[in-house]
């Protein structure tokens, strides 16, 4: 089974408006942390937010925040007031258990573009 | 914020011969890094798992004689394509992680464009 799940291959949105990004996860741990990378063409990841599954309250960092629903496992990106510069893919990813060298599982990817 | 580097940005090599990739974490010491490849619209799939000071844990399907990956030091690993063929063109990225338990516990490098002729 797969470990992250993005069913939006792409998505388009208006500038200046908000859009979710979908991603479901499968894990049996207790312990585990979820993240969203944006990588433009140039190629590099860039990190956007982190939600660790003991977090009670949704990360939010700037016009990204994360809506984690622990009992769906899904942890959708939501993006607000969306620049043309947001148009990337974005990858949903998680870190399954306490330990931080633990390998990332990553999604299949969501190709945002944003129209003016 | 941790830096981690990739050199070089992008290769252009003959079909046979080897590629040498080296991922560098600057600011920090790295442990263990990661290699990932990434094909043109694809997700990042990861190649092997790199601990400073011991052998390379591969993932399953990935030629570990093919991919040599050395992790000689706590700031560099290297991934090595040896005899390198077109179906080897792709786009790896490597991430170091960083050793403070915090929440962005993997930086990644810039990416290497691979493209075998």
Redesign the interface.
Known sequence: AQKITQTQPGMFVQEKEAVTLDCTYDTSDQSY?LFW?KQPS????I?LI?Q?SYDEQNATEGRYSLNFQKARKSANLVISASQLGDSAMY?CAM?EGRN??N??Y????T?LTVIP | GAVVSQHPSWVICKSGTSVKIECRSLDFQATTMFWYRQFPKQSLMLMATSNEGSKATYEQGVEKDKFLINHASLTLSTLTVTSAHPEDSSFYICSARYPAASSYEQYFGPGTRLTVT
């Open positions: 942390g990378y140039s190629g590099e990841m990190f982190y660790g990858f870190r931080t060298g390998q990332f990553f999604g299949t990817g190709s």
